[in-house]
C-alpha cells in the first residue's frame, strides 16, 4: 500500500525543482562556490587545476549530500524509494552542481586574460556572486514578485556576497 499512495501522492503533489521555478539550489550553489573560493584563497595559491577540482569536488560533495537527505528524509515520512524517486531528486538537486561550473570555468581561463593565480581567484568569486544575485533575482522575477521584492532579493544575496568578500579581504591581511 505505501507504494501506491506514493504514487498518488507524485501524482498530486505541485512541481518541484526547476518544474516550478525553483532556483534556491542555484542561489545556494552560487554561494558555496564562492565560498570555496575565499576559503582556497586563505591557505595560499592553489594551481588553477587544483582549484578547479576544489571548486566541482565540493559541488558533487553538497549535491550528494542534498539527495541523500532528501531520500533520507523521504523515507522517514514512509514514501517508497524507487529508482525513478532517486533519479527526480537527484535533476532537482542539480542546481548545485551547475552553480559550481561558471566560477570552475573562470578559474580555467584566467590565464587567458593574463590574471595571475590570485587575480584568477577573485574573478571566480565575481562570477560566482554575480551567479548567486542573478539566480535569485530570476527565481523572484519568474516567482511573479512585485519590484520591491524583486530587489530585495537581489540586494539580500548582494548582501551575502559582499559579507564574503569581505572574509576575502580580511583574511589575506
Not at 565560498?35 to 576544489?54: D, F
Not at 517508497?80 to 561550473?101: D, F
Not at 560566482?128 to 542573478?134: E, I
Not at 512585485?146 to 583574511?171: E, Q, W
Amino acid at each position: 500500500m505505501p507504494h501506491r499512495a506514493h504514487a498518488q501522492d507524485s501524482q498530486t503533489r505541485p512541481p518541484t525543482g526547476a518544474a516550478r521555478g525553483d532556483y534556491s539550489g542555484a542561489v545556494y550553489g552560487s554561494l558555496l562556490a564562492a565560498s570555496v573560493v575565499v576559503g582556497a584563497g586563505t591557505l595560499g595559491s592553489y594551481p588553477r587545476l587544483e582549484l578547479v577540482v576544489l571548486l566541482l569536488g565540493t559541488a558533487v560533495v553538497f549535491w550528494a549530500a542534498h539527495v541523500f537527505s532528501r531520500l533520507f528524509g523521504a523515507r522517514m515520512v514512509q514514501r517508497a524509494m524507487s529508482r525513478q524517486e532517486v533519479r527526480r531528486v537527484c535533476a532537482e538537486e542539480r542546481p548545485i552542481l551547475e552553480a559550481a561550473v561558471p566560477p570552475a570555468v573562470a578559474v580555467a581561463i584566467g590565464a587567458l586574460f593574463g590574471l595571475d593565480v590570485p587575480g584568477t581567484a577573485w574573478l571566480a568569486l565575481t562570477v560566482a556572486l554575480a551567479g548567486q544575485v542573478g539566480w535569485a533575482t530570476l527565481a523572484a522575477v519568474r516567482a511573479g514578485a512585485s519590484r520591491r521584492l524583486i530587489l530585495v532579493a537581489g540586494t539580500v544575496n548582494l548582501l551575502l556576497g559582499l559579507v564574503i568578500v569581505v572574509f576575502k579581504v580580511a583574511l589575506q591581511h
